[in-house]
C-alpha cells in the first residue's frame, strides 16, 4: 500500500488494501489502496459515480465488506469496537427534513452507541453537549427543530454531533453541498483551523476543487481510479489559547 504521508513514525489511522464494492453486479470501487495516518487532512475528488460515498460508508461500516481489508487504528474492521473515535458528517441530502428532532437531541445522539443506547443522558453528556453546541455557534437554536433550520445551520448541527465525542478521525462526506458560498468558506475555515490546531485526522469527499486544492496543493498524492486523493499533513501541533473543547475549536 502507498502512504499517504512522507515519515512512518506516526500511527496508521486508515488502511485500506485492495477494496472492491459493487452494486448490483455494478462494479463501483476496483481495487482501492491507501493509508492515512494521524493528522492527515485528506481530500477526496473524484466524478459523479466514481465511488466517494461508497468509499466513505465502508470506512465508517456502513457498508459491509465486499472485497479487501479496512483497518482502523490498527484493527480490522469487523472487530473494530471504538466508534466513538470516528465522527463522520454524512451528505446533507440524506437528511429527512420532516424528521422530528431538535438541534440538542441531534447532537447528543452522537453520544449513543450500542452499548449506550439505553443509557440515561448524565450530566458530563449535558456538558459534552453544550460544549458542541457553543463550538457551532448554535446553542441559541438548541430547541429547534433541524428541519427547520437552513442548510449552514444544519451543517453545524451535523458537525457537533460528529464532534461531541472528541473524535480522532472526523470523515465529511460532501459538508457543503447545497448551502451558500460565503457559509461553504466558513465551514472550511473552520475545519481546517481544526486541522491546524489540534489532534484531529481528516478525511473529507468535496466537489470543489478550488477549495480543496488552496489548502491541500494542486497535484493529487494518489489516484484510485476515478477518485483522486490529494493530502496536508501536520504532525507538530501549534498552540492555541484553549484545549478544552468549548473554546479551542471556536474561530473568529
Not at 459534552?128 to 427547520?148: F, N, P, S, T, Y
Not at 489532534?199 to 481510479?225: A, R
Given at each position: 500500500?502507498?502512504?499517504?504521508a512522507a515519515?512512518d513514525?506516526?500511527q496508521?489511522?486508515?488502511?485500506?488494501?485492495?477494496?472492491?464494492?459493487s452494486?448490483?453486479?455494478?462494479?463501483?470501487?476496483?481495487?482501492v489502496?491507501?493509508?492515512?495516518?494521524e493528522?492527515?487532512?485528506v481530500?477526496?475528488?473524484?466524478s459523479?459515480?466514481?465511488?466517494k460515498?461508497?468509499l466513505m460508508?465502508?470506512i465508517?461500516?456502513?457498508?459491509?465488506?465486499?472485497?479487501?481489508?479496512i483497518?482502523?487504528?490498527?484493527?480490522?474492521?469487523?472487530?473494530?469496537?471504538?466508534?466513538?473515535?470516528?465522527?463522520y458528517?454524512?451528505?446533507k441530502?440524506?437528511?429527512n427534513?420532516?424528521?422530528?428532532?431538535t438541534?440538542r437531541?441531534?447532537?447528543?445522539?452522537?453520544?449513543y452507541?450500542?452499548?449506550s443506547?439505553f443509557?440515561?443522558?448524565s450530566?458530563?453528556?449535558?456538558?459534552?453537549?453544550d460544549?458542541?453546541?457553543?463550538?457551532?455557534?448554535?446553542?441559541?437554536?438548541?430547541?429547534?427543530r433541524?428541519g427547520?433550520?437552513?442548510?449552514g445551520?444544519?451543517q453545524r448541527?451535523?458537525l457537533?454531533?460528529?464532534l461531541?465525542?472528541?473524535p480522532?478521525?472526523l470523515?465529511?462526506?460532501?459538508?457543503t453541498?447545497?448551502?451558500?458560498?460565503?457559509?461553504?468558506a466558513?465551514?472550511f475555515?473552520?475545519?481546517?483551523?481544526m486541522?491546524?490546531?489540534?489532534?484531529?485526522?481528516?478525511?473529507?469527499?468535496?466537489?470543489d476543487l478550488?477549495?480543496?486544492?488552496?489548502?491541500?496543493?494542486?497535484?493529487?498524492?494518489?489516484?484510485?481510479g476515478n477518485?483522486?486523493?490529494?493530502?496536508?499533513?501536520?504532525?507538530d501541533?501549534?498552540?492555541c489559547?484553549?484545549n478544552?473543547?468549548?473554546?479551542s475549536?471556536s474561530?473568529?
Amino acid at each position: 500500500m502507498k502512504s499517504l504521508a512522507a515519515q512512518d513514525c506516526h500511527q496508521h489511522i486508515i488502511e485500506i488494501e485492495n477494496v472492491s464494492f459493487s452494486y448490483r453486479n455494478q462494479k463501483v470501487l476496483s481495487d482501492v489502496n491507501f493509508i492515512v495516518k494521524e493528522r492527515d487532512f485528506v481530500g477526496i475528488i473524484g466524478s459523479n459515480g466514481a465511488g466517494k460515498t461508497t468509499l466513505m460508508k465502508l470506512i465508517v461500516g456502513l457498508l459491509p465488506m465486499e472485497k479487501g481489508n479496512i483497518n482502523l487504528f490498527g484493527q480490522p474492521i469487523h472487530s473494530f469496537k471504538d466508534w466513538e473515535r470516528i465522527g463522520y458528517v454524512p451528505q446533507k441530502n440524506n437528511f429527512n427534513p420532516l424528521f422530528p428532532a431538535t438541534v440538542r437531541e441531534v447532537v447528543l445522539s452522537g453520544m449513543y452507541n450500542n452499548k449506550s443506547l439505553f443509557r440515561r443522558v448524565s450530566r458530563s453528556m449535558q456538558q459534552q453537549c453544550d460544549d458542541a453546541l457553543e463550538v457551532m455557534r448554535i446553542q441559541d437554536i438548541a430547541g429547534k427543530r433541524v428541519g427547520e433550520l437552513s442548510g449552514g445551520q444544519q451543517q453545524r448541527v451535523f458537525l457537533a454531533r460528529a464532534l461531541v465525542n472528541h473524535p480522532d478521525l472526523l470523515v465529511l462526506d460532501e459538508p457543503t453541498v447545497g448551502i451558500d458560498a460565503e457559509t461553504q468558506a466558513s465551514f472550511f475555515e473552520l475545519i481546517t483551523h481544526m486541522h491546524a490546531h489540534h489532534h484531529m485526522t481528516f478525511l473529507m469527499v468535496s466537489h470543489d476543487l478550488d477549495m480543496i486544492e488552496g489548502y491541500l496543493g494542486t497535484t493529487p498524492v494518489q489516484k484510485n481510479g476515478n477518485i483522486n486523493l490529494f493530502v496536508r499533513h501536520s504532525h507538530d501541533l501549534q498552540n492555541c489559547a484553549e484545549n478544552n473543547l468549548e473554546h479551542s475549536l471556536s474561530i473568529n
